[in-house]
């Protein structure tokens, strides 16, 4: 008795595990969506995207770099921080109002708040730091 109903549970328990077939009869055609806006036709759309790269290509986004600014390697401010010709940078609250004011000079505001260069070739009139050879 034991047997034969060990027998019927695992015959019935293996179909769990097969495979069922998949469908014999496949696609042939293949259809492909594109996206076009309304008010377009493909043709007039695919005009103004290649107009649109066109004035992409005449810009150059990364002049500036990610946010505005020059700035230098850790290294070699390391470096300079060292031999005493750099310190730590801590921004200036009221950089504005104090430059208007005449107490406080464009150059003393740190380079990556007011959005320039680290060496001040940004600011007219300003001594430029020198550039180190890690910097380069």
């Known amino acids: 008795m034991k047997i034969s ?3 019927v549970l ?3 328990s293996t179909t769990a595990f097969q495979c069922r077939c998949l469908p014999s009869t496949r696609f042939s055609s293949i259809i492909q969506f594109g996206y076009i806006p309304d008010g377009f036709t493909k043709e007039s759309y695919a005009k103004f995207k ?3 790269a ?3 290509q005449k ?10 600014f020059q700035s230098r390697s850790f290294q070699s401010f390391q470096q300079a921080l060292e031999r005493g010709e750099a310190s730590h940078l801590m921004p200036v ?3 504005k109002q104090k430059v208007k004011k005449g107490e406080l000079k ?3 505001i740190p380079y990556m708040q007011r ?3 680290w060496d001040n070739s940004d600011v007219k009139g300003a001594k430029k730091t020198k550039w180190l050879d890690s910097d380069k």
Not at 59 to 68: R, S, T, Y
């Open 5 to 7: 109903s060990l027998v």
């Open 10 to 12: 695992s015959a019935t």
């Open 50 to 52: 290649a107009e649109e």
């Open 54 to 56: 066109k004035k992409k």
């Open 59 to 68: 810009k150059n986004l990364g002049i500036m770099g990610p946010k505005g």
């Open 93 to 95: 609250f009221n950089a």
């Open 106 to 108: 464009v150059e003393d």
């Open 115 to 117: 959005g320039g260069d």
